[in-house]
């Protein structure tokens, strides 16, 4: 059974740093491209970072150099630590494959960058 369980999200000042988790059971992370998504109020998902089988990482426009995308095989995690946080930041994230599965995705965990 496939599970994603997203954790670490909070309420933040602009600025401010956040490590979110995801810890997936029912398949090994380390085989596959693995992304964090994330979704505002009235706006549609999107990818913001991704990592590859090969460790390859990539990143949306708008959180280049300030969000880094890894994973622990060990722990089958896949983390997304954020800083630098910006108001427009604020979103559901979500963690699931590239491209993703409708069927993989968990219930998020929320990031507010409000001050």
């Known amino acids: 059974q496939v599970q994603l369980v997203e954790s670490g999200g909070g309420l933040v000042e602009p600025g401010g740093s956040l490590r979110l988790s995801c810890v997936v059971s029912?398949?090994?992370?380390?085989?596959?491209?693995m992304g964090w998504y994330r979704q505002a109020p009235g706006k549609q998902r999107e990818l913001v970072a991704q990592?590859?089988?090969?460790?390859?990482?990539n990143y949306a426009d708008s959180v280049k150099g300030r969000f880094t995308i890894s994973r622990d095989v060990a722990k089958n995690t896949v983390y997304l630590q954020m800083s630098s946080l910006k108001p427009e930041d604020t979103a559901v994230y979500y963690c699931?494959?590239?491209?993703?599965?409708?069927?993989?995705w968990g219930q998020g965990t929320q990031v507010i960058v409000s001050s």
């Open positions: 699931n494959r590239v491209p993703y599965s409708a069927a993989y």
């Open positions: 029912g398949f090994r992370t380390s085989i596959v491209a």
């Open positions: 990592v590859s089988s090969g460790d390859h990482t």
